[in-house]
């Protein structure tokens, strides 16, 4: 992209990158300094953090011991037709500006460079390192000079070597030969923190935890309706526990994300547990979905490959909780600004948990539900039916009895289930190996007719339920695949009745679609 290093007529090129949505380009930093009454501009669509980057650029020089050039200074950001967004050119206009004053050595033309620089002349990270390292790569780029507390994350791309920088008085002196910088070395994961909540600590529910390992086997999505008090939240926060391992792609995918949000840490740049987000009641559309002038991941992408829950769901907005359906169906959301628009991924686990009623009772047998049948109606209403539509599975969670409570014999741990669940995915993976889908749940149409085949009795089962329940077509699939996971768990190749009985059952709600 015309970006070797060179100086010619005090012009000096230097490569740099840049970032769109999740995806990092290639960008050339060309500054020229000329005669002429002193003066600072950067075109190239730069926004206000970029312009900005004139007085920490000089400030920084100076703290350095670097003269800075008097004189008319022209820098451009190419190509000039996309938007630059971030601090991260600090680094390559300074270096630019310093090589063309011929102050350093100019780097080789496969060197690229990017950080915020302090007033002091230190660097400082930048978000986005991991797509751009990634974007590196594909560039045909050697080496990468990064921030070092983003030096961790960018050998996450397994491309470039990658140095570590502290300072603008040490990359001159590594440019000049005089004290060359040790390369960063690769960074290799090790095991993911626990979360440290377990089902072992869930007193009864065993018909809820049986939901949630099939949710988890197959990815599905699970509304769990009770009173307060039952559970709902606790086992919800206990899914991560069961839920399968990360590969090494799925892993890559998620930290693109938290790295475009500045999330990663250098002790641990790579997202290793998959993702598990319980926004507020309160949250906007922007925020659950992405959004803002230079748009962002929303909560929806923070939870790809993981659990998206919803606590209280009736009480979110209604208009915030329809947002979701198309990301639902598609696994991920698209933003369109002015400037153009973004794509972030969105193919996360939806769990939800809602009481019956807005005092929480009803249909339980104490009777203490005070709500009239008008007021049941209109809380469950908040709730539209193309969302439950695309609910897999509708559990029920009763009061704990006292019994259960009682017990002094330890509930099945989340290892012995995570397991399970571990051995269905192998079987998926290997049923969709060569396809792009990973788990049951987001097989399309024509693979679920191809690998949710029913027999006889299974296809008069499931004509009965649906022309009982009143199914959606949507829905009709969304229970086959549920019956595939289930077969899944039970080690079997074929779709059983006792599969898709129990597949069924997790649609007959008074809320189910």
Known sequence: MGSEMCIRDRICSVRTLGISGLRGSAVT??????????????????????????????????????????SRITVNLA???????????????????????QLVKAPERDHAFLGELSLEGNLRPVSGVLPMALAAKEAGIRTLFVPAENAAEATLARGPEVIP????????????????????????????????????????QENVKRALEIAAAGGHNVLLIGPPGSGKSMLSKRLPS????????????????????????????????????????????????????NPRPGEISMAHKGVLFLDELPEFKKDTLDMMRQPLEDGQVTISRV???????????????MNPCKCGWYGDPSGRCICSQAAVEAY??????????????????????????????????????????NAARDRQHQRFQQATVQCNARMSPAQTQLFCTLDDGCARLMKAAFQSMGLTARSYDRILRVARTIADLDGSAEIQPQHLAEAIQYRTSNLGA
């Not at 206000?48 to 920084?60: C, G, I, L």
């Not at 502290?166 to 005089?178: C, D, K, M, V």
């Not at 400037?339 to 948990?353: D, H, I, K, N």
Request: hydrophobic share 40%.
């Open 29 to 70: 930093a060309e500054c020229f300094i000329s005669n002429g009454l002193p003066a600072f501009e950067i075109v190239g669509l730069p926004d206000a953090a970029v312009k900005e980057s004139r007085e920490r650029v000089r400030a920084a020089a100076k703290s350095s011991g670097f003269r800075f050039p008097v």
């Open 79 to 101: 190509p000039a037709g996309m938007k630059k967004t971030g601090t991260l050119y600090d680094l390559p206009i300074l270096l630019g500006l310093l090589a063309a004053s």
């Open 165 to 204: 920088v502290s300072s603008i008085r040490q990359l001159a002196e590594h440019l000049n030969g005089e004290r060359p910088i040790s390369p960063e070395p690769l960074w290799t994961p090790g095991g993911g923190a626990a979360t440290g909540l377990d089902f072992q600590d869930v007193k009864g």
């Open 242 to 293: 069961i839920l399968p391992d990360m590969t090494w792609e799925e892993s890559l995918e998620v930290s693109k994300v938290y790295s475009v949000l500045g999330l990663l840490t250098r002790q641990e740049p790579l997202v290793q547990r998959r993702p598990f987000r319980s926004p507020h009641h309160t949250i906007s559309s922007a925020g659950l979905a992405g959004g803002g002038s």
């Open 339 to 353: 400037s153009g628009a973004v794509t972030y991924p969105s193919e996360f686990m939806l769990v939800c948990a």
């Open 380 to 421: 469950q209403s908040r709730i539209s039916g193309p969302l439950l539509d695309r609910i897999d599975l509708i559990v029920e969670v009763p009061a704990v009895q006292y019994e259960d409570l009682r017990r002094k014999d330890p509930a099945e741990a989340s290892e012995t289930i995570r397991q399970r669940v």
